[in-house]
């Protein structure tokens, strides 16, 4: 009891901090309790030091800088209540993976964020570069950092892409890897890859679902539109059914 009286003591004195000073940055609106507790949990095993500042606010998640030790990394936050919940539900439909999750919002989200770290590993280990995933708590991802010189690596649609032929090449190559090895993105364009040091780098697995999902067919179908018409505006001659034949080899 004293133990978890101190634990509690501790965790008061982080949240606190983590509200009140400048280092961590975060906008007290953004967290519920059990978000704190998750960074706390984070913070206690190594992974996040401090927090920079928000590199994205998106729809669902916001994505922050921070410090471990030397490295930097990303900090992927869910936000529980504003959380798109019936629609993430939707992505997790038929995934042998997560299976009898219910209608519980936090444990969606808290499964989506899990499936979104698998996501990260799976497609690593088919051969598609990815940032690195780290650690995984409750509705936080922790990932690689993929800056050049601090800045948040620019994304295909901030760039000029000198040449369209290798790049569109590459990010075939990076389907049909990602394809044999069982996973549609889902929510593949221009804004969901970002060049860095000479690579493309793929983000925002979240969505990706196993091609078990009912709907695999018509998200590849989506993603391959998505690409070859962003290469077809580079001026190459393209287009999502043949990119579709590529990957899925049908
Ligand atoms: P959106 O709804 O805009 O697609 P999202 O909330 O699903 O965004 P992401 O696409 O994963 O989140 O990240 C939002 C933005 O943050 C990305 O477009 C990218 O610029 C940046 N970003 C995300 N993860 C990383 C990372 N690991 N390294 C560098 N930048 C990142
Ligand atoms: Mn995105």
Same mark, same amino acid.
């Given at each position: 009891?004293?133990?978890?009286?101190?634990? =509690?003591?501790?965790?008061?004195?982080?949240?606190?901090?983590?509200?009140?000073?400048?280092?961590?940055? $975060?906008?007290?609106?953004?967290?519920?309790?059990?978000?704190?507790?998750?960074?706390?949990? $984070?913070?206690?095993?190594?992974?996040?030091?401090?927090?920079?500042?928000?590199?994205?606010? /998106?729809?669902?998640?916001?994505?922050?800088?921070?410090?471990? /030790?030397?490295?930097?990394?990303?900090?992927?936050?869910?936000?529980?209540?504003?959380?798109?919940?019936?629609?993430?539900?939707?992505?997790?439909? !038929?995934?042998?993976?997560?299976?009898?999750? !219910?209608?519980?919002?936090?444990?969606?989200?808290?499964?989506? &964020?899990?499936?979104?770290?698998?996501?990260?590993?799976?497609?690593?280990?088919?051969?598609?570069?990815?940032?690195?995933?780290?650690?995984?708590?409750?509705? &936080?991802?922790?990932?690689?950092?993929?800056?050049?010189?601090?800045?948040?690596?620019?994304?295909?649609?901030?760039?000029?892409?000198?040449?369209?032929?290798?790049?569109?090449?590459?990010?075939?190559?990076?389907?049909?890897? $990602?394809?044999?090895? /069982?996973? &549609?993105? !889902?929510? $593949?364009?221009?804004?969901?890859?970002?060049?860095? =040091?000479?690579?493309?780098?793929?983000?925002?697995?979240?969505?990706?679902?196993?091609?078990?999902?009912?709907?695999? !067919?018509?998200?590849?179908?989506?993603?391959?539109?998505?690409?070859?018409?962003?290469?077809?505006?580079?001026?190459? =001659?393209?287009?999502?059914?043949?990119?579709?034949?590529?990957?899925?080899?049908?």
């Amino acid at each position: 009891d004293r133990i978890a009286r101190r634990r =509690d003591r501790e965790f008061n004195e982080f949240r606190k901090r983590i509200k009140d000073t400048e280092r961590f940055k $975060l906008e007290e609106s953004v967290f519920d309790e059990a978000t704190y507790a998750a960074i706390y949990k $984070l913070v206690q095993d190594g992974h996040i030091d401090a927090f920079g500042g928000p590199i994205s606010t /998106g729809k669902e998640a916001n994505v922050y800088t921070a410090k471990a /030790g030397e490295a930097e990394v990303a900090v992927k936050v869910y936000r529980i209540n504003s959380s798109d919940f019936k629609d993430m539900r939707g992505y997790l439909d !038929g995934d042998p993976r997560f299976e009898g999750i !219910g209608q519980d919002k936090r444990k969606v989200v808290m499964a989506w &964020v899990r499936k979104e770290f698998a996501n990260l590993k799976r497609a690593q280990k088919a051969g598609v570069r990815v940032p690195n995933p780290i650690a995984v708590e409750r509705n &936080v991802l922790v990932m690689e950092y993929i800056a050049t010189d601090g800045d948040r690596a620019k994304r295909l649609n901030e760039v000029h892409i000198e040449n369209p032929e290798t790049a569109y090449e590459v990010v075939a190559e990076y389907m049909q890897r $990602l394809y044999d090895a /069982g996973l &549609v993105h !889902g929510d $593949l364009s221009e804004y969901n890859i970002v060049f860095h =040091d000479g690579q493309l780098v793929v983000i925002d697995l979240g969505q990706a679902v196993t091609k078990h999902h009912p709907n695999a !067919g018509d998200f590849l179908e989506r993603d391959c539109e998505n690409v070859a018409d962003f290469f077809a505006r580079q001026g190459m =001659d393209v287009t999502g059914e043949q990119l579709y034949e590529f990957v899925s080899g049908e």
